[in-house]
């Protein structure tokens, strides 16, 4: 069973589906490495303009796989702070940074696809 789902409803939209059910859809490497593939993939494909991230009917994402984690052979706050940098360069974009700032600044955002 595959740990991301990617399907295209309609023409121009990808949805790229979260499958770890039995954890939530918990964030291990594996699930963190082939959403970044995904995304790299989908941002190079000039005929999609959307992409949707989803989890299943029971979570969107616990979050980290602490698990994982904890059968590192690191520390807690360790695999913690390694886990906190990787989701911050999947999911950095200088959309969700404009988008951030307008929230703060409480205006409407200026978002350029990338």
């Known amino acids: 069973m595959p740990t991301v789902i990617l399907e295209r409803p ?6 790229v589906r979260l ?5 939530k859809n918990a964030l291990n490497a ?11 993939q989908l ?5 999609v303009r959307c992409i949707v991230l989803t989890g299943n009917s029971d979570a969107f994402a ?3 796989d602490l698990k994982e ?4 052979d690191v ?12 989701f911050e360069l999947l999911f950095a974009s200088q959309d969700q940074k404009e988008g ?3 929230f703060i600044e409480k205006r409407k955002p200026v978002f350029e696809g990338r």
């Open 10 to 15: 309609l023409e121009h939209i990808a949805l």
């Open 19 to 23: 499958n770890r059910p039995e954890v």
């Open 30 to 40: 594996e699930l963190r490495d082939l959403l970044a593939e995904h995304f790299q």
């Open 43 to 47: 941002g190079d494909d000039p005929t």
């Open 62 to 64: 616990a979050g980290a």
């Open 69 to 72: 984690i904890a059968d590192a």
């Open 75 to 86: 520390s807690l706050d360790t695999g913690l702070m390694l886990e906190r940098k990787a």
């Open 100 to 102: 951030m700032r307008a």
